[in-house]
């Protein structure tokens, strides 16, 4: 009986117990990076945004044009062949494209460690789901065993004349009831698994699997950390790109309508006729009438303030949630700190009534009642661990302090 309840309650802490074949958080974020079609594509999406912000470097690079006619009206019906090459000169407008260059390439970046750290978190989300229902399984099989010995207590004092038909059946609804319990635990297990395993490709070990997140450590008072996060975060940085293209977007609105100076050089070669060659520099003029710009001036005003809010908008959530990880990573070492002794003491609660047993003292029902407290004690452990290395990871991916596996 002893050592089949140790084997039920056998404990395999988050980062402590190193085995061979266990499946790392690293080595788990290193696979969907591979793996993962949400981050594939958004890796797509920073890629079609590099490709528009070099399309902006490239706005007064000249612009050369071929004009085939089979019958130009100006040769006389004849076939002409026109190559053109203009340069721009001055334009504000193509001034204002290449504005765009730089912000968008670093908007690129941004979203991308963004999409990096949700698709990070969602990986520990997988993890610890697993770890979770696999040590509260655990514990339930200890309580189920601790039940049926009950349950079969209850029965014998019964067929003695010394227990009741309430008891006997209070004990089988109890069982039921775990069993039942341990059932949806099951599910909720397979359900974390393929969750694992569309995220990473990897089929989830999950005797061994590990969420092994390094502590976090930050030397500077909590106020720089805040002030960080909130400035450098990766939805801050998203957010303020979106500003200045936005401010960006408004001024292109009236400049699209301003002079434009660019020097042209054409070639003409008509069968017949002798090669004409032009060079000028011309002046473009566009003065639209209706009321097209009006409206897109309105639309880019509009677009402004709504970027400009949204970045006050993730400044404020982002120095927030530094805030609440801050605390929480206090708060959850005092927890864990608590829980482990608590652990200590369950553990030296079944050795006293092991030996008080063996000694004729307590009943194996005391033992048994032990071993279950000794598995809560642990599985609150584990929630507890799971707890704080989620808070690490979360305000370590906040401030570009979180483990290099772990980070873009």
Do not use: C, H
């Not at 809560?376 to 704080?388: H, Q, T």
């Amino acid at each position: 009986m002893k050592r089949s309840l140790q084997i039920s309650v056998l404990f395999l802490a988050a980062g402590v117990v190193s085995v061979a074949q266990a499946q790392t958080f690293a080595e788990s974020v290193q696979a969907a990076r591979r793996a993962d079609a949400q981050f594939s594509a958004a890796l797509a999406a920073a890629q079609s945004r590099r490709a528009t912000s070099r399309q902006s470097a490239g706005a007064f690079y000249p612009v050369a044009s071929v004009n085939y006619n089979s019958a130009d009206p100006n040769y006389g019906g004849r076939n002409s062949r026109t190559i053109a090459l203009q340069q721009p000169i001055l334009s504000y407008d193509r001034y204002l494209t290449l504005q765009q260059s730089d912000p968008l390439a670093a908007l690129a970046d941004a979203e991308e460690a963004q999409a990096e750290n949700e698709m990070t978190l969602r990986v520990f989300a997988a993890m610890a789901d697993i770890v979770r229902n696999r040590e509260q399984i655990r514990a339930l099989g200890v309580q189920i065993e601790g039940l049926e010995e009950q349950l079969r207590r209850a029965t014998r004092m019964r067929e003695l004349g010394q227990g009741t038909v309430t008891e006997v059946s209070d004990f089988q609804v109890r069982v039921a009831a775990a069993q039942a319990n341990r059932v949806n635990l099951r599910n909720a297990l397979q359900a974390a698994e393929r969750s694992y395993t569309l995220l990473t490709g990897l089929r989830a070990n999950v005797a061994a699997l590990q969420v092994d997140v390094p502590a976090w450590a930050d030397p500077r008072e909590p106020d720089a950390v805040v002030a960080q996060v909130r400035d450098d975060s990766p939805q801050s940085r998203v957010a303020r790109l979106n500003v200045r293209l936005a401010e960006i977007a408004a001024k292109r609105v009236p400049a699209q309508y301003m002079p434009q100076v660019a020097a042209q050089l054409a070639n003409t070669q008509v069968p017949g006729y002798t090669q004409t060659n032009t060079s000028r520099v011309a002046v473009t003029l566009t003065a639209p009438l209706g009321s097209s710009p009006y409206y897109d001036y309105q639309r880019a005003a509009a677009d402004l303030a709504k970027a400009q809010d949204n970045l006050r908008f993730a400044q404020d959530t982002q120095a927030n949630e530094a805030t609440r990880l801050l605390s929480a990573i206090r708060s959850y070492r005092d927890e864990v700190q608590i829980r482990r002794e608590a652990v200590e003491i369950a553990r030296q609660s079944v050795e006293a009534n092991i030996k008080s047993y063996q000694g004729g003292v307590k009943t194996n029902i005391d033992v048994i009642s032990s071993y279950q407290a000794q598995a809560d004690a642990e599985v609150g452990l584990v929630n507890s661990n799971i707890s704080l290395s989620e808070a690490q990871l979360r305000l370590g991916l906040l401030t570009s302090t979180a483990p290099a596996a772990a980070r873009p």
